[in-house]
Nanobody, 128 residues
Framework: QVQLVESGGGLVQAGGSLRLSCAASARTFSEYAMGWFRQAPGKEREFVAAISWSGGTIYYVDSVKGRFTISRDNAENTVYLQMNSLKPEDTAVYYC?????????????????????WGQGTQVTVSS
């Protein structure tokens, strides 16, 4: 069982930055691929970014490319999401997720069903 705890959300003006953190309880954190998703009110959960166990493979949704950066520190059991040039449309609850299978349980990395564990989420609000 893996517990994930997100932090770092808050209220920021458009153009500002936030860094989200996700601390994992897994003893073998380095064996897990990690993802960030977000969900705005009335919308489905949306893929944001994913990173492989080694950090060598990274994916982003097109809408955040060039603005967001996902990274991980396996020694600290933590994955990060640096968010720059924030826009009002980035407003959502942000969730981190973990999957131990390198092939995302046979699913696509951007599909929420690929992940086995989820955090409770952290609210990000971007004002215009």
């Amino acid at each position: 069982q893996v517990q994930l705890v997100e932090s770092g959300g808050g209220l920021v003006q458009a153009g500002g930055s936030l860094r989200l953190s996700c601390a994992a309880s897994a003893r073998t954190f380095s064996e897990y691929a990690m993802g960030w998703f977000r969900q705005a009110p009335g919308k489905e959960r949306e893929f944001v970014a994913a990173i492989s166990w080694s950090g060598g493979t990274i994916y982003y949704v097109d809408s955040v490319k060039g603005r967001f950066t996902i990274s991980r520190d396996n020694a600290e059991n933590t994955v990060y999401l640096q968010m720059n040039s924030l826009k009002p449309e980035d407003t959502a609850v942000y969730y981190c997720a973990a999957v131990q299978d390198a092939h995302y349980n046979g699913n696509y990395y951007y599909d929420p069903i690929a992940y086995d564990y989820w955090g409770q989420g952290t609210q990000v609000t971007v004002s215009s």
